[in-house]
């Protein structure tokens, strides 16, 4: 006769520990991907938004009236399904828009601005402390 084989106490605990360890690796594989795709999407968002506002203004809409109507700009121009959805950044937050130098307009979130001062102090970038002026010529 067979003797029935039955998994001890120490086995079940190494099999959950093994499972807890490989579950925490993807969680934090998990965070890194979620934290690139919030900041892709930002920038790409960055982009868009201002090109279609400053089609609004080649249009002959006023630059001061299109920074302070965004959604407005951006739901006429029919390039925008949900303009209240697409002014949010990847963290859900409303986008800072304004009008940069001459007839321009800038598109910025604090946020994307965080985590781009964090990422640079973790590979030990150098902090330049930006003025307006300077994030007007460096990016939207």
Same mark, same amino acid.
Request: charged fraction near 30%; aromatic fraction near 4%.
């Given at each position: 006769?067979?003797?029935?084989q039955t998994l001890t106490l120490l086995? %079940?605990?190494?099999?959950? $520990?093994?499972? &807890? ?7 934090? /594989?998990? +965070?890194?991907? =979620?934290e690139q795709g919030r900041v892709f ?10 090109? %279609?506002?400053?089609?609004? $203004?080649?249009? &002959? ?7 302070? /109507?965004? +959604?407005?700009? =951006? ?24 009008? &940069? ?9 604090? +946020? ?29």
């Amino acid at each position: 006769m067979k003797k029935k084989q039955t998994l001890t106490l120490l086995e %079940i605990m190494i099999v959950i $520990v093994l499972i &807890g360890l490989i579950g925490s690796v993807i969680g934090v /594989n998990m +965070k890194g991907s =979620l934290e690139q795709g919030r900041v892709f999407k930002t920038e790409k968002a960055q982009e868009q938004i201002r090109d %279609i506002l400053m089609l609004e $203004v080649a249009r &002959g809409a006023s630059v001061d009236d299109v920074v302070q /109507n965004p +959604k407005k700009y =951006l739901s006429a121009s029919g390039l925008v399904g949900n303009a209240d959805k697409f002014i949010l950044d990847g963290w859900g937050e409303e986008f800072e828009i304004k009008q &940069g130098r001459g007839s321009d307009i800038t598109v910025r979130s604090e +946020k994307l601005k965080v985590y781009n001062k964090k990422r640079n102090a973790k590979i030990g970038k150098p902090q330049l402390e930006e003025t307006d002026e300077q994030e007007e010529d460096g990016k939207n």
